[in-house]
């Protein structure tokens, strides 16, 4: 079964407003990348975090890795129509190296 | 450089036909993924190749074989197609970071 979920599956926000995707892990991961999907097109990788508790920025994007480092999310500021697509987040774990991808996050940006 | 190139782009096919989705990548990695995408349900790994020579099973592999042909191409077979195996086919490379998509491949069996 899925081992790694997202929530919200959906999320639709008005331009100018916050959103944050979670991700969640049944066990414990030895890193975590976050990938954006473009309508119709294909994911393109955003950021990796590795450290427990690593927080990292990228202009209005926030990512976190979790203390356990089980959970992970991503937090947009003021969001824009460019952000529409659906974000996911991927582990990986110690023992090889598959991308455990999460379900997903779709985001709309109402203008 | 192309990055992660697959053919074809769209295809349809009737049940019980079979078909080679084409992977190749120029970024000299070592390993080397293939996806399916379906509504609600995320990336789920069909197969996967860490280095040249081998292949292990992911998470959905019933219905699929591949072949890693050298380090640049991967392919994925599907030998009877199935209604059930209509998706989207997203081959991936990575060298233990980041990992690269192709453009997709979108299946449609009726």
Redesign the interface.
Known sequence: G?QVM?IP?YQHVQEGEDFTTYCNSSTTLSNI?W?KQRPG?????LI?LVKSGEVKKQKRLTFQFGEAKKNSSLHITATQTTDVGTY?C?GTKNT?????????TSLTVIP | NAGVTQTPKFQVLKTGQSMTLQCAQDMNHNSMYWYRQDPGMGLRLIYYSASEGTTDKGEVPNGYNVSRLNKREFSLRLESAAPSQTSVYFCASSEWAEAFFGQGTRLTVV
């Open positions: 899925q997202q599956q990348q990938y097109g294909h994911p393109v990788f990796q996911f991927a090889g190296n598959q991308f455990y991808f999460g379900t997903g």
